[in-house]
């Protein structure tokens, strides 16, 4: 009896144990019923899952209370399939997910599917990024509607100015706030030897290849989250991680060359001393104090512009099972810039780990170590830059004298040496880096904590030796910045669903610190270039030193609320920053809804319907640390006494820029998910910006700090992604984007312009990035429309001194008179309108991409003219400047008589003359590759080979006369925008290469 009981109960056992455990099976395809090899299947409600085999097979042991799978595979669409009693083998086939709704991004702290967005985000994905030769992170932006990129230099590794729908701010930052895995990181440039406007750029750090996707978030909705940062969108950057399955090995390599974009046509020698007797008379022949020699005819862009190597190598490998997956991956990239003796190289190493110890905890552990040297040269907006020179030195200056000399005239710095003998090495050693772990404390909550790391430390070691312009006797310069940011977050999420309606909930707090420590010194007066160290030198020209830092104290909550097609998410942010006083504390709020009218059945020819809607409010801390504050300095020494003196009045009252946008949004969907629309229209008002505003000069001081003025940008955007074909052999995906943006400046104080760079202002009821001038109206052809304006005015002159050949301007007040009232608004930076067109083609293993990129209505200050095309002094001028200069009337309107004096400098007077248009259209990246058949590289035991061609900048069409319309003299300034003086021009490149798979 007892051995019966005891059998019953074994086999009673069994069928449980059985039920608890089924197994089924299932096959995985697409509609033309190709095999989705690697597609993930998992239990929805648990850490159960594995992969579809080569024949999208799979097999899997269910739990008891099972009741769907999730299916997914990059590139289609998600699908739950519910799991049916007695039932063990199914039949699984997945729609391609054409245009990405199904694709899981994150926005704020919470991930969410593209469908189900309300706010405004663009995504660019990993082939994306890299797909422009030295790409960084910032280059791969511009394929985002609604952001301008500008790269203000053309040498490698130098800074980027990045616009998010507009400009916000004056005095503090413009960039978005860039957040990789989560970690808000370190962005700017920190070089303190100036090398003219160029900058450098501490983004320049993070490797491209590690990098999974980039999301850029750029309405208040979705930005408040972020808070006093977010003002100016936010890029989140996700690295690579590990997949389920056999473990990957790849070897991406790639070698090509980078050579300058366009040169400018100056005059040769001969044209030289031409231009010299038509300016000097038969005193020409002297000029320059014997430094010009008339046997030679240097032509100095050739003699430093090269076409110079690029390479890059990544080595990656990743894998893992259920519970842990991992990445790791080592970079170096090496790019020699077009100038010759600029170069910038990065050795990168990463590692990305995914843990789940049990059911309940995770742990993520996110590393990456990088060391980049970035050899600098002289640059723009100065007289001892390698570009300048060669544009403006005579050629009939010899490379070197018969003594073995760098030749030069005129105070002007040989173009030669300045790519030869000057050594700028800005060094940096960083890590970044994040350990989380993530436990449910329920099956609807679930806590959250992370720790995240940057730690940037840079060097600068500069030798000018005395064969330089710059130095009598030689010069040392070296510096330290040490920055280091620390990231504490506490998370609780909780997610659950009642009915038709989900549910998903964060709170938490974020605590950031700031510190930083800089250091620097120079040193003059060598005992000669051979003795390049500090302790040789006669002259310590001066030492500096400063240590301070910051705190950021957080508190968030979001809510995101799911009813059928009715989608609402909420956020705040609470952010306390020791960059204040009196207001320490700022409250960010946002808002959106949505309202999807085909999620329960199709509306006419739409799959997706959306309209959306939100509000927020972000706001701007990028200011200094104490900005706020009263500062005091030492070096106010009475005799041999030391003392301080204050430096700064500080401002108690100083509060947040802060930045309300309204956004409004339609997404649309058609043939089957292959067709997507997105518009949207936004509206951004910025007050309380943070200005100088000026004070008596009884107070001991010219200006203070305070809230004085205001901005709005308002725009529209839109963006078309549809798939042409798409079949087994042959796809074709096209992506239209168009960006339209008005700036507006609304306020200053007592609304009073103020005037930076050249010819930029500032001014109420103008976009910022606004040129400030005179208007020309042709030039005088005889002396009898001279007489006819000065017969205007009984005071004086129309023109003090004009004559034939001489720029007639346009007497704006109608006084007679041409003075500095008739100055007018004749032109801005900031384009009307952004755009890009996007093409993947692919033909079996072959594969073509191409980008066009748009920049309409924007101006160039090409303050390049007043000096090569002045036609006043020793300058080389241009070819077309000295060939079309006025010589007789009827010569034209274009290029004045060549002539000194008062003339002259009325014919450089900022003016539109000076002004052109910057509009351009350029193929940005061009991509072929050719991809070889499983077949056939199964024989080498390879998974896979590619090989590819890619072209960057290769076609640039404008009317811009100069190197090159996308440039900034003053580097990363926020108001002084579109100036070009004398400015290296970005590269063109072609590069080949071969992607491996092991």
């Not at 907006?381 to 010899?398: E, K, T």
Request: proline fraction near 4%; aromatic fraction near 10%; charge should be negative.
């Amino acid at each position: 009896m007892h051995r019966l009981l005891l059998l019953s109960w074994v086999l009673l056992m069994s069928c449980f144990a059985a039920v608890s455990a089924q197994q089924i099976t299932g096959k995985i395809t697409d509609k033309e019923g190709v095999p989705m090899i690697g597609a993930s299947v998992f239990v929805i409600g648990t850490t159960t899952g594995t992969v579809a085999d080569i024949d999208g097979n799979f097999t899997l042991n269910v739990p008891e209370n099972a009741k769907k799978l999730a299916v997914s595979y990059t590139g289609f669409s998600t699908q739950n399939i519910p799991l049916i009693a007695g039932q063990t083998a199914y039949q699984i086939t997945l729609a391609n997910d054409g245009i990405g709704l199904d694709e899981v991004i994150v926005v704020g702290y919470s991930p969410v599917r593209r469908k189900d967005l309300v706010g405004a985000v663009a995504s660019i994905a990993s082939e994306d990024i890299t797909r422009e030769s030295g790409a960084t992170v910032q280059s791969a932006l511009r394929q985002a509607p609604g952001v301008v990129v500008q790269q203000s230099s053309g040498a490698p590794g130098s800074g980027f100015n990045v616009r998010v729908r507009g400009v916000t701010s004056v005095n503090a930052d413009n960039e978005p706030l860039f957040v990789v895995d989560g970690v808000p990181v370190i962005a700017g440039s920190f070089a303190q030897q100036g090398v003219g406007g160029q900058s450098s750029n501490a983004l320049a750090d993070i490797n491209p290849a590690d990098i999974e996707s980039m999301e850029i978030l750029k309405d208040a909705s979705t930005t408040a989250i972020y808070g006093s940062r977010a003002a100016n969108g936010v890029v989140l950057i996700t690295t690579k991680s590990g997949k389920a399955g056999k473990t990957k090995i790849s070897l991406n390599s790639s070698y090509g060359f980078n050579e300058v974009i366009n040169k400018v046509d100056v005059v040769d020698g001969t044209q030289y001393n031409q231009y010299l007797r038509e300016r000097f008379g038969a005193g020409g022949d002297v000029i320059g104090g014997g430094g010009l020699d008339t046997t030679v005819s240097s032509n100095w862009q050739d003699l430093i512009f090269d076409r110079n190597p690029v390479q890059s190598h990544q080595l990656s490998m990743s894998g893992g099972d259920l519970k842990t997956k991992f990445y790791a991956s080592l970079g170096y990239d090496n790019e020699n810039g077009a100038l010759n003796g600029t170069n910038f190289t990065r050795y990168s190493g990463r590692v990305n780990l995914d843990h789940r110890a049990t059911d309940k905890l995770g742990v993520n552990f996110n590393l990456s170590y990088t060391n980049s040297d970035n050899k600098r040269i002289q640059g723009d907006n100065n007289i001892y830059g390698a570009v300048s020179a060669a544009l403006l030195l005579p050629p009939q200056v010899p490379v070197r004298r018969e003594d073995g000399s760098y030749g030069s005239v005129f105070g002007l710095e040989n173009p030669v040496a300045a790519t030869e003998v000057y050594d700028n090495h800005l060094v940096t050693n960083r890590i970044i880096g994040n350990i989380s772990a993530s436990y449910s404390l329920l099956d609807e909550l679930s806590l959250k904590v992370k720790l995240g790391v940057d730690n940037l430390n840079l060097r600068e070691n500069v030798f000018e030796p005395s064969s330089l312009q710059s130095t009598a006797q030689g010069l040392i310069f070296e510096a330290s910045n040490l920055r280091t940011r620390i990231i504490n977050e506490y998370l609780a999420t909780y997610t659950d669903q009642f009915g038709s309606t989900s549910l998903s909930t964060t709170v938490g707090a974020i605590y950031q610190r700031d510190d930083i420590r800089r250091n620097s010194f120079e040193t003059n007066d060598l005992p000669s270039d051979n003795f390049p160290s500090a302790d040789a030198a006669a002259t310590p020209a001066f030492t500096s030193g400063d240590k301070f830092g910051s705190t950021l104290n957080s508190y968030i909550f979001s809510a995101n609320v799911n009813n059928g097609g009715l989608y609402v998410t909420a956020s705040f942010r609470a952010d306390g920053s020791s960059r204040f006083i009196n207001n320490r504390w700022g409250y960010f709020p946002g808002i959106a809804a949505g309202y999807n009218f085909a999620n329960l059945n199709p509306v006419g020819p739409f799959d997706l319907l959306k309209a959306r809607v939100s509000y927020g409010q972000t706001g701007n801390n990028n200011i200094g640390d104490f900005e706020a504050r009263p500062l005091f300095a030492g070096g106010a020494s009475y005799l041999t006494t030391p003392g301080i003196s204050q430096s700064q009045l500080g401002n108690p009252d100083l509060v947040w820029e802060t930045t309300n946008q309204i956004n409004v949004g339609l997404d649309m969907a058609l043939a089957e998910n292959r067709i997507g629309i997105t518009l949207d229209f936004y509206q951004k008002n910025t007050s309380d910006l943070i200005l100088n505003r000026p004070i008596p000069s009884s107070s001991g001081f010219g200006q203070v700090i305070a809230n004085v003025g205001s901005m709005q940008n308002t725009g529209i955007e839109a963006a078309v992604t549809f798939e042409t074909f798409n079949n087994a052999d042959f796809s074709w995906t096209t992506q239209l984007s168009a960006a339209y943006n008005k700036n507006e400046v609304t306020e200053l104080f007592n609304d009073q312009p103020q005037d930076f760079g050249f010819a930029t202002r500032l001014a109420v009821g103008q976009p910022v990035g606004s040129f400030f001038g005179l208007e020309t109206d042709g030039i005088y052809q005889n002396q009898a429309a001279i007489d006819a304006d000065n017969s205007l005015s009984e005071d004086r002159d129309y023109i003090p001194g004009a004559a034939p050949g001489d720029f007639r301007f346009v007497d704006q007040d109608g006084n007679g008179i041409i003075n500095d009232d008739d100055r007018t608004f004749i032109g801005q930076a900031l384009p009307d309108v952004t755009a890009g067109i996007d093409n993947k083609l692919t033909y079996k293993g072959l594969e073509l991409d191409f980008f066009l990129q748009f920049s309409l209505g924007n101006d160039v200050y090409n303050n390049n003219l007043a000096f090569a095309e002045g036609l006043n002094g020793v300058f080389a001028p241009t070819v077309r400047a000295f060939e079309g200069a006025w010589r007789q009337e009827g010569d034209g309107n274009m290029f004045p008589r060549i002539v000194g004096g008062a003339s002259a400098e009325n014919n450089r007077q900022d003016s539109d003359r000076l002004v052109e248009d910057g509009s351009f259209m350029r193929l940005k990246t061009i991509n072929l590759a050719y991809s070889f058949e499983d077949g056939l590289i199964d024989r080498i035991g390879l998974q896979s080979l590619r090989l590819f061609v890619r072209g960057t900048n290769l076609v640039t069409v404008t009317d811009y006369s100069f190197f090159d319309p996308e440039v900034n003299s003053f580097g990363n300034s926020n108001v002084a925008l579109g100036t070009d003086f004398l400015t290296l021009p970005i590269s063109k490149s072609v590069v080949f290469g071969v992607n491996v798979g092991f």
